[in-house]
């Protein structure tokens, strides 16, 4: 795959960039499970350290207020953040 600069010209500088083997990732997985059960155990904390902060602690987003049925408000609450986070992205180059 070529890469073209600005000018619409071949960019021989990243070509390399391009073609060059990217290094593998792996998750440790004992090291995923061990934080993991750190995070469960401090959600289950009751003491006051846990920091904790509302959705629309400010009051610009849809929470849903005016529907009764918990599993539905989560649902719509949840369309709402995946449509924001599209138009969001959809602007990026």
């Given amino acids: 795959r070529r890469v073209q600069n600005k000018s619409g010209h071949d960019d021989d500088d990243n070509n390399d960039i391009v073609t060059s083997p990217v290094p593998l990732v792996s998750i440790n997985q004992s090291k995923l499970k061990s934080l993991a059960k750190r995070l469960g155990e401090h959600s289950n904390n009751t003491s006051d350290s846990a920091v ?42």
């Fill in 52 to 93: 904790t902060v509302e959705w629309d602690e400010e009051g610009w987003h849809y929470c849903g207020k005016k529907i009764d049925d918990e599993t539905e408000r989560k649902e719509r609450v949840a369309l709402y953040i995946l449509a924001l986070d599209a138009i969001n992205f959809c602007f990026w180059p």
